[in-house]
């Protein structure tokens, strides 16, 4: 049914129905930012009505221009109130402690791998505007995220729904087992880790700091 509604999606509006739907997400709301450039790709190699060429710039101009905007939400809120109502959008307690963690631990990496990781694309550049990571900083390691996240999922479906309509019987059918049964490893392996860096935070947050001792004492 998703697969449906994306197609009309892409028939209907073409790049400007991925630029809004890989802006939005970007700018934190929970849209399937990572199906929408798959699905555009495959649609683009199988009725060639999208050029994969238009469509990776595109769609990498949606998603920095969405965490901009994202980044200045983030800033002007504060890290207060997303603590109070970001359940509201998704970003619970866990979620906001586990941004915390990684911005000061990772900074720059983050936004620049976040792009790859579903929980972190969606909220990578509200909480870099809470966190006060400086924006110049966070403009440079955006806009590579963007422009390689695009281009992976974007030229990489491209290629394979290419490929996918030369090859035809157990061959095809063989192609279609080993992706499916890599994209399930990649989906195990995002949420383990997503839990395992949690699971960190966590107990930093948590860490009792140890009172400083005075001299002499």
Not at 117 to 135: E, H, K, Q
Not at 187 to 216: H, T
Request: glycine residues 14%; charged residues 15%; aromatic residues 12%.
């Amino acid at each position: 049914m998703a697969g449906f509604h994306l197609h009309t999606l892409l028939h209907e509006y073409g790049y400007i129905g991925v630029f809004l739907g890989v802006m939005l997400e970007s700018i934190g709301l929970p849209l399937p930012g990572e199906s929408l450039m798959i699905a555009a790709a495959l649609y683009a190699s199988a009725t060639h009505a999208l050029d994969i060429f238009v469509l990776v710039p595109v769609a990498a101009a949606g998603a920095i221009s969405g965490d901009q905007i994202g980044y200045l939400i983030g800033r002007w809120i504060g890290y207060r109130v997303l603590a109070r109502w970001g359940r509201k959008v998704g970003l619970t307690e866990e979620r906001l402690g586990l941004g915390r963690f990684l911005f000061r631990k990772y900074g720059p990496a983050v936004v620049f791998f976040g792009r790859f990781v579903a929980i972190l694309r969606t909220f990578a550049a509200v909480l870099s505007g809470a966190n006060r990571m400086p924006w110049h900083i966070f403009l440079v390691w955006n806009a590579l995220g963007g422009i390689g996240w695009t281009s992976l999922y974007g030229f990489g479906a491209y290629a394979l729904g290419d490929a996918a309509k030369r090859v035809s019987g157990p061959v095809g059918i063989g192609m279609a087992v080993v992706g499916s049964v890599a994209l399930v490893g990649a989906v195990i392996f995002i949420k383990r880790n997503e839990r395992r860096l949690m699971d960190e935070a966590r107990r930093q947050m948590e860490a009792p700091r140890l009172p400083s001792r005075r001299r002499g004492v």
